[in-house]
């Protein structure tokens, strides 16, 4: 692996412990849903699946 995709990862993977964080969290802690879920909930699978998609990315141009 290029040590750039290697530095994505890494920028990404702290970029996702500091949105995990607690006060960041809290931010999302209020009454209300979208689409029946609860805002907290529906904000960390938000998140997560877009840290998916972005790593997918970044190691789909790792492998062409």
């Known amino acids: 692996m290029k040590k750039r995709h290697e530095q994505k990862l890494v920028v990404l993977a702290l970029a996702l412990l500091l949105l995990f964080n607690v006060p960041f969290l809290f931010i999302f802690n209020m009454e209300g849903q979208v689409l029946g879920i609860p805002v907290i909930y529906f904000s960390i699978f938000a998140i ?9 990315m970044i190691l789909k141009r790792h492998y062409e």
């Open 48 to 56: 997560w699946c877009v840290a998916i998609i972005i790593s997918y």
